[in-house]
């Protein structure tokens, strides 16, 4: 299968305000491909990129440098005018539901935004697909003629979600969708996600904390620290067979999924905070933290390469 995104050593970084030529690191280098009816799942501590990744991707930030392919066309240096028709392939679940919505605007309003903005279809046909779109997220006709604040954490990312499909996207990145809700609510959503993908052949960027939700809903998984991308393999592969010491500490620091596992489970935690984007570490940045850290470490940032079978791996000494 060709892939639907195709992201080429994609720059992200923001001047430090009164800092002369200093520069926020927030996305270095980063190459990634996601095919067609798939789900690529990205992990990572807070600050490492992630989220800036993916509104550099969706062009909510502009890159500084590198390239987008999206279905073959690079959109990375388009003009928002050229933008428009190319954001009805392409659409983002927020992580806060609440910051996302309008508060001024009815939740028809709301999902019907995006089909004004393009023009589609007439006002009657317009309210007729947003009962539609109601339905399928799980919520009612009468919903659409309340405000955000009238409904839970779970309900209104049931909105959001509601305003990201209604124009039949290709590619929906989603951008921690469950962090923000209860536990008891994020399975709901993350199942409705997956049926959403099996009915209308979906392709997801799913950003999450949540390492066991990531190996449910991912075919693919990616890690990532300080800006940079260290490791990409299979879902299987990457958690059975973890090559990269942050992955393998993010793995073990995982909480179990039942006290037996939690017993026979050995917890390995990673020492130290994540250095600062502004002064990145020279060579590989995970060296401050890492116990097997040798003096290349300090001296050479390893390149991202294939261990065999599509395991790529950024790092000087493997299988630790």
Do not use: W
Not at 49 to 74: C, F, V
Not at 124 to 148: C, D, I, P, S, T
Not at 236 to 250: A, C, F, R, S, V
Not at 278 to 294: D, K, L, V
């Amino acid at each position: 299968m060709e892939p639907i995104l195709k992201v080429e050593n994609l720059v992200k970084h923001f001047p430090v305000k009164g800092g002369g030529k200093r520069v926020v690191h927030a996305v270095d280098g980063i190459s990634i491909q996601i095919k067609r009816g798939l789900t690529l799942g990205l992990v990572g501590e807070s600050g490492c990129g992630k989220s800036t990744l993916a509104r550099t991707i969706i062009r909510i930030y502009p890159p500084s440098s590198g390239h987008i392919y999206l279905d073959g066309q690079n959109i990375a240096s388009l003009s928002q005018r050229q933008l428009k028709p190319i954001r009805k392939k392409i659409q983002m679940i927020f992580q806060d539901p609440f910051a996302s919505l309008n508060a001024r605007m009815t939740v028809k309003d709301i999902i019907a935004e995006p089909l004004r903005a393009h023009r589609i279809g007439t006002p009657q046909e317009q309210g007729e697909r947003v009962f539609e779109m109601l339905a399928k997220v799980g919520l009612e006709r009468a919903h659409a003629n309340r405000y955000a604040h009238e409904f839970s954490g779970g309900q209104r990312q049931r909105i959001g979600i509601a305003r990201s499909l209604i124009l039949h996207p290709e590619l929906i990145i989603c951008d921690e969708p469950i962090s923000a809700l209860d536990v008891s609510i994020q399975a709901q959503v993350v199942n409705m996600l997956k049926n959403f993908q099996e009915e209308l052949s979906l392709t997801y960027l799913f950003i999450a904390h949540d390492l066991s939700m990531v190996r449910y809903v991912s075919d693919e998984v990616g890690v990532m620290y300080l800006g940079k991308l260290v490791e990409l393999a299979g879902c299987d592969e990457i958690y059975k067979n973890p090559q990269h010491p942050y992955t393998q500490g993010l793995i073990r620091s995982a909480p179990a999924s039942s006290p037996a596992l939690a017993r026979m489970k050995k917890s390995v935690p990673i020492e130290g905070d994540i250095p600062s984007p502004i002064s990145p570490p020279p060579g590989c940045r995970f060296h401050t933290r890492c116990r097997y850290a040798q003096g290349i470490c300090k001296a050479e940032e390893p390149p991202l390469e294939d261990q065999g079978t599509g395991h790529f791996t950024a790092c000087h000494f493997l299988g630790r």
